[in-house]
């Protein structure tokens, strides 16, 4: 042992000799790093599977009539496909990867607020996750409600319903303890000197998501457990036989899901607003108005839940009453339109891939968002309820939506995280591929759908054959498009050239240490701005 | 070789944010059983007349005992941690004994009210309550999910004070840092508060 403690040479975090070693010290890691990059992998790979269900589904679809698998199946398929893909992959997605690597560093900490919850909360939600899949392989077979579990079928089917909400319970447990770890650390474990409104837009979306994650999954937590409740000992709140009334359960599951679509895509947004200033050097336009409509989608979000049920049997003033603060809620959403493309206006653009991901991203989410509008207004809803118009919509916010951002922050950030490049072509290439894989996937489904083409049914009338013919061959496109991108990461970060510390010329903290960071992430000093985006 | 700086972060501490996580886990057990008092309210605007009958079934003598039971364990428990605070250990210890027994009363109270009803053969799932009417129906299903719940609240809470007895007693509780029992405590206070609640709305109000 050496005596000199204080001087502190760099060892990457990826290096770095802990307790354990090998495969335990990744799961048994502490570092918030590391947790990061467990997230992810788990993530990843609940990502392939759920879609090559999608994939799987699309087959089905490519003629009328029975293809490739009975009924039954296919609504097995689009319940498990709608679990991994929400509860598994997109609610926790960015920000338990993205939001455990870079908000510590991004606000000059050496670590969240408590290591040890965090490590738990992996746990959890590995424990979550192989109840959700397990939930497929058991005896009497897999759910078949949709990831909505709406009663009184919920209630009644034979299919392991319960092991399904149980494992969403425990899911939505973890994600209420990653939200209270990014709370506290926002508010106690920012540097020296760095305020609330000196920290870079992607903590406050951050922060903004785990105060929707604290304070509304609960109220799903609670749903699912009388569902369980009511199928293990006949307690009846929803099924009408018992007692209950099923629209009570569709206002409590909404009551949660609605603010968890802004857990899917407030870190989404926040990622965007990272990456285009960087690759605009441009500071970025109307800082505050994009910290701030972080928090005033959070908090409108809570009160538009009735959108989602327009046909279920609401008053007319209550309907009238949701439709008006969904269009509300849609104007912060606009603001970061505006903003990112202000703040491209006269900038220096440099069109590599995390831009041309992020360029993606403001398209698919521009499309997703407007035809959500159209959803908002009673009258249109009613036209297009549970028609595919709905699945292109909600695909268009969620997968080209977080789902590109994923992939620009990916592609933002692994320099970073492993301090490897990757080929910038063949990631140019990827993202068109998937564009354009993507576009021919779901936009039919808009038009099939307003032709009337119901939602979650493994048949149709020939007229929808084109369209879903079309469609399924864009999915083979997007899924192509995915494993070429994954395969052009998975070698850069394994054997791609060294990346400097600041590949891209970000100005903020991220890009002041080392790339991979150390364990504590700064030893050295470092300065805190006043501005993060200070280009020029 | 160990460095210096993985012991570091592992022995970090912050008081601060270790009670800001405790209060903002707390919210969201209030936003749990929140999202219960909810639909209560919903069923009782709806049936008020059966929620008023069938409420006069239970006992409020055991109710209100119970609510007795649970406050002054709260009271015993924040002594409890002012005791420490004071580094008087030997009392803070048996008072967390106290509280503890506080709580296995109030249990053993429930145990003998359930007891009762599952007795007239009034439980989840039974024939009779399949013959009730629909707004007794509920109360009894609202009643013994509520409580149910809470019950199981309970539980929780004990066992969080017992790794803390523990805690004290081998010294790594000490009266410079403490923040473990402060959060244990805060926690039974809210397993108190939520019975605040519940006894009213299921007990008294009629
Ligand atoms: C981020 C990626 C994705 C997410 C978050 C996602 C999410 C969902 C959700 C929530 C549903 C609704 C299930 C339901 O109606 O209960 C769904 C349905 C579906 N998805 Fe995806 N999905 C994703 C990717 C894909 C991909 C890549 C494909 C195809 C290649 C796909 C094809 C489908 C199909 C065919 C349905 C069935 C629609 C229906 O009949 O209701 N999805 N998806
Ligand atoms: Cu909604």
Redesign the interface.
């Known amino acids: 042992?050496s005596n000199e403690?204080n001087k502190?040479e760099y060892?990457s975090y990826l290096e770095?000799?802990?307790?354990f070693k090998g495969l335990k010290s990744w799961i048994f890691a502490?570092?918030h790093k590391r947790i990061a990059l467990l997230y992810m992998y788990a993530i990843a790979a609940f990502f392939f599977i759920g879609a090559l269900l999608g994939l799987l589904m699309r087959f089905e679809l490519i003629a009328p009539g029975e293809t490739i698998m009975k009924a039954q199946t296919y609504n097995g398929l689009f319940t498990v496909h709608g679990v991994i893909m929400i509860f598994m992959v997109v609610i926790p997605g960015l920000s338990a990867v993205f939001g455990n690597f870079f908000l510590p560093i991004l606000i000059g900490a050496?670590?969240v607020?408590?290591?040890r919850?965090n490590l738990f909360s992996w746990w959890i939600f590995v424990f979550g996750s192989v109840l959700a899949v397990a939930s497929q392989f058991l005896k009497s077979g897999p759910p078949d409600t949709g990831w909505t579990f709406y009663a009184p079928y919920s209630t009644t089917t034979g299919t392991s319903v319960i092991i399904a909400t149980t494992a969403a319970f425990i899911l939505g447990f973890s994600s209420?303890l990653t939200g209270?770890?990014f709370?506290?650390t926002v508010?106690?474990?920012r540097a020296p000197g760095m305020k609330f409104f000196n920290m870079p837009l992607f903590p406050w979306a951050i922060y903004a998501t785990a105060w929707i994650q604290?304070?509304a999954?609960?109220?799903v937590?609670?749903?699912l457990?009388?569902l369980i409740?009511e199928r293990l000992?006949?307690?009846?709140?929803f099924d009408p036989n018992?007692?209950?009334?099923p629209v009570?359960f569709q206002h409590?599951f909404w009551i949660y899901s609605h603010p968890a679509v802004y857990i899917m895509i407030l870190p989404a947004m926040g990622v965007i607003t990272e990456i285009v200033p960087t690759f605009c050097q441009r500071k970025v336009y109307g800082y505050k108005a994009i910290a701030l409509s972080s928090l005033a989608i959070a908090g409108v979000g809570f009160l538009v839940w009735g959108h989602h049920m327009y046909t279920s049997g609401m008053s007319e003033n209550a309907r009238w009453f949701f439709s008006l603060l969904t269009f509300i809620v849609a104007v912060p959403s606009a603001i970061k339109v505006f903003n990112w493309i202000s703040t491209m206006y006269k900038g220096s653009i440099d069109l590599k891939p995390p831009f041309l991901f992020a360029l993606a991203f403001i398209f698919l989410f521009i499309i997703g968002g407007t035809t959500g509008l159209i959803l908002g207004s009673v009258a249109t809803n009613i036209q297009v309820h549970d028609t595919s118009f709905i699945v292109a919509h909600f695909h268009y916010i969620i997968f080209g939506g977080m789902g590109f951002a994923f992939f620009a922050a990916i592609h933002y950030w692994l320099p970073k995280m492993y301090g490897r490049l990757y080929n910038f072509r063949r990631a140019n290439i990827a993202c068109i591929i998937m564009f354009i894989g993507f576009n021919t996937l779901y936009f039919p489904q808009f038009v099939i759908g307003i032709q009337g083409m119901p939602r979650r049914y493994f048949d149709y009338l020939p007229q929808f054959q084109t369209g879903h013919m079309i469609s399924t061959i864009g999915g083979v496109i997007l899924i192509f498009g995915l494993f070429y991108m994954l395969i052009n990461l998975i070698k850069g970060a394994r054997k791609g050239p060294k990346a400097p510390a600041n590949p891209w010329n970000g100005s903020t903290l991220e890009w002041q240490i080392p790339s991979p960071p150390s364990?504590?992430n700064f030893d050295e000093p470092f300065e805190v701005k006043a501005n993060p985006y200070d280009y020029k | 070789?160990?460095?210096?700086?993985?012991t570091?972060?592992?022995e970090?501490r912050?008081d601060?944010?270790?009670k800001?996580?405790m209060w903002?886990?707390i919210?969201?057990?209030l936003?749990?059983?929140?999202?219960?008092f909810?639909?209560y309210s919903?069923?009782r605007a709806q049936y008020p007349a059966n929620f008023h009958e069938a409420s006069l079934e239970l006992s409020v003598t055991i109710g209100a005992v119970n609510t007795i039971v649970l406050l002054f364990s709260s009271m015993t428990i924040a002594m409890a941690l002012t005791a420490m605070q004071k580094n008087n250990k030997k009392l803070a210890l048996r008072l967390i004994l106290v509280t503890l027994l506080m709580a296995l009363v109030f249990l053993v109270n429930k145990y003998f009210e359930w007891g009762a009803k599952f007795h007239h053969g009034l439980y989840?799932?039974s024939d009779l309550?399949a013959l009730l009417e629909?707004?007794h129906?509920?109360y009894f299903?609202l009643y013994?999910?509520m409580t149910g719940?809470h019950a199981f609240h309970i539980i929780v809470g004990m066992i969080l004070l017992i790794v803390v007895y523990f805690k004290v007693k081998n010294g790594s509780i000490h009266f410079e840092k403490y923040f473990l029992l402060e959060n244990g405590a805060l926690y039974w206070h809210l397993v108190d508060l939520i019975w605040i609640f519940l006894f009213p709305l299921m007990y008294l109000i009629t």
Do not use: C, W
């Not at chain 1, 770095?16 to 307790?19: A, N």
């Not at chain 2, 070789?1 to 993985?6: D, H, I, L, T």
């Not at chain 2, 936003?31 to 219960?36: A, E, I, Y």
């Open positions: 042992m403690v502190i060892v770095h000799q802990g307790r502490t570092d050496k670590d607020a408590f290591p919850l209420i209270l770890n709370l506290v508010h106690q474990m604290l304070l999954t609960p109220i937590g609670i749903t457990l009388m409740a000992f006949g307690i009846g709140f018992l007692g209950g009334d009570l409590l364990l504590e | 070789m160990m460095s210096e700086k993985v570091h972060i592992e970090h912050d601060a944010a270790s800001l996580g903002l886990f919210f969201t057990e936003l749990l059983f929140g999202g219960l909810l639909v919903i069923y989840p799932g309550m629909r707004g129906l509920l299903s013994f999910f719940l």
